[in-house]
């Protein structure tokens, strides 16, 4: 169950940061600095929402790593982007920083992210082609650009072969009949809208599983 409105304060650097308060709510997410400040907030209306991209960086230090970067960038349709970031050092403040941004994401999901992937799919269904981080899905194959061999190829794979694979940072999609030739990974953070991919691809591989 998700409450209407999560409000988080948070430091993006803890040594030299300011609070800053993020506001994601069902209409919008807004994010600015706490207190007594001239700095404008920004704030994306839900329906200007088309992107996003999130993901954890470790922080290194002399000998050893030391804290963790959560971060998580939007999009909106007049392409501004809001900068997320939060952060844990010494194991400070590790356990509510992870918490904070699991919300952040799971709201994100539940209020915005959930509508885009359902357009993706009515559309699909109509039997209007989709492309989605540069996959094509059509109603017969995913076309993927594979980067083997430093060589960039574009390879259509019928949907009864095609294969994904989730992982932390990121998933791969593949062909079944040749997965060490025909393959290509898309990461979270470093690429806008992997997760809709994701999340619109497995229901899809699901529906021509059945039907295979």
């Known amino acids: 169950m998700f409450r209407q409105t999560l409000q988080i304060l948070f430091k993006s650097n803890l040594l030299f940061g300011t609070s800053k308060q993020l506001t994601v709510s069902k209409e919008f997410i807004e994010l600015t600095k706490a207190g007594k400040t001239d700095e404008k907030s920004i704030r994306f209306d839900k329906a200007d929402i088309v992107a996003y991209r999130f993901g954890i960086k470790w922080i290194s230090g002399y000998a050893f790593t030391i804290g963790r970067e959560y971060h998580i960038f939007v999009k909106d ?7 997320i970031s939060l ?21 994100m999901a539940e209020y915005y992210l959930k509508e885009i992937v359902e357009d993706y ?16 899905l059509t109603e017969t194959d995913v076309t993927i650009e594979t980067k083997n061999r430093l060589i960039n190829k574009k390879i259509a794979i019928p949907w009864q072969n095609v294969g994904i694979k989730g992982y932390h940072t990121y998933f791969a999609i593949f062909s079944d009949e040749n997965p060490t ?13 992997v997760g809709i991919l994701f999340a619109v691809m497995e229901p899809l591989i699901n529906q021509f599983s059945e039907v295979n």
């Open 121 to 136: 799919l009515q559309q699909f269904s109509e039997g209007k082609p989709i492309t989605i981080c540069g996959v094509q």
């Open 181 to 193: 030739d025909i393959n290509r990974s898309y990461y979270y953070l470093e690429e806008w809208n």
């Open 87 to 107: 952060q844990s050092l010494y194991g400070f403040k590790k356990a509510e920083t992870s918490k904070h941004y699991s919300q952040i994401i799971r709201s």
């Open 77 to 83: 349709k007049a392409d501004r982007e809001m900068k």
